[in-house]
């Protein structure tokens, strides 16, 4: 089985940076997942790791780390807009169905 | 080009009651996924489908019933309403397993009184 952890709550603040978190148990996968979710949106696309190490894509970087079972999302230059959900998310294993297995999701605030 | 729509956007049911989802994609994506979410639970997969004529139970199946008779198309059917199934729904589909994107609709907000 899947097993994955997040921290439920973050604040920050306008124009800092910030690392969310997500460490995981798992038999098997193929990739990490990270998805945003503003209140009342739906998820939307941030990035996808496979192999080990750091994926940037503007202002977002995500990080994964096979053996120590942890991930992470990092947030520069922080924005009002930032503020929402960020969800981790596991892909594959045995079957290669595309079935993802999400964690609960951190809710980052960002004040002014 | 929609992406993926889902009806209706709310609904608000008694105990006991049946309706059906509608998911629709125009992205000609073989996957599509019913996933429900619920507070500090996250999002969790209820059925998925690898490709038209098919479907499989996820996470949560329960309750729940699906079907995918058109390829753009995937529905998700409550035949017996319970107040444990209030919820958000969404539904998402993807080109390929395992590597490609899950692109989600706009979620269905259900009560179940």
């Known amino acids: 089985g899947q097993n994955i952890d997040q921290p439920t709550e973050m604040t920050a603040t306008e124009g800092a940076i910030v690392q969310i978190n997500c460490t995981y148990q798992?038999?098997?996968?193929?990739?990490l997942f990270w998805y945003q979710q503003h209140a009342g949106e739906a998820p939307t696309f941030l990035s996808y790791?496979?192999?080990?190490g750091l994926e940037e894509k503007g202002r977002f970087s995500s990080f994964l780390s096979r053996s120590k079972g942890y991930s992470y999302l990092l947030l520069k230059e922080l924005q009002m807009k930032d503020s929402a959900s960020y969800l981790c998310?596991?892909?594959?294993?045995?079957?290669?169905?595309?079935?993802?297995?999400f964690g609960q999701g951190t809710t980052l605030q960002v004040k002014p | 080009n929609a992406g993926v729509t889902q009806t209706p956007k709310f609904r608000v049911l008694k105990t006991g009651q049946s309706m059906t989802l509608l998911c629709a994609q125009d992205?000609?994506?073989?996957?599509m996924y019913w996933y429900r979410q619920d507070p500090g639970m996250g999002l969790r997969l209820i059925h998925y489908?690898?490709?038209?004529?098919?479907?499989a139970k996820g996470e949560v199946p329960d309750g729940y019933n699906v079907s995918r008779l058109k390829k753009q198309n995937f529905l998700l059917g409550l035949e017996s309403a319970a107040p444990s199934q209030t919820s958000v729904y969404f539904c998402?589909?993807?080109?390929?397993?395992?590597?490609?994107?899950?692109?989600f609709g706009p979620g269905t907000r259900l009560t179940v009184l």
């Open positions: 998402a589909s993807s080109d390929q397993a395992g590597t490609d994107t899950q692109y």
């Open positions: 798992t038999s098997g996968f193929n990739g």
């Open positions: 790791n496979v192999l080990d």
């Open positions: 998310a596991l892909t594959g294993g045995s079957s290669n169905t595309g079935k993802l297995i």
């Open positions: 992205m000609n994506h073989e996957y």
């Open positions: 489908s690898v490709g038209e004529g098919t479907t």
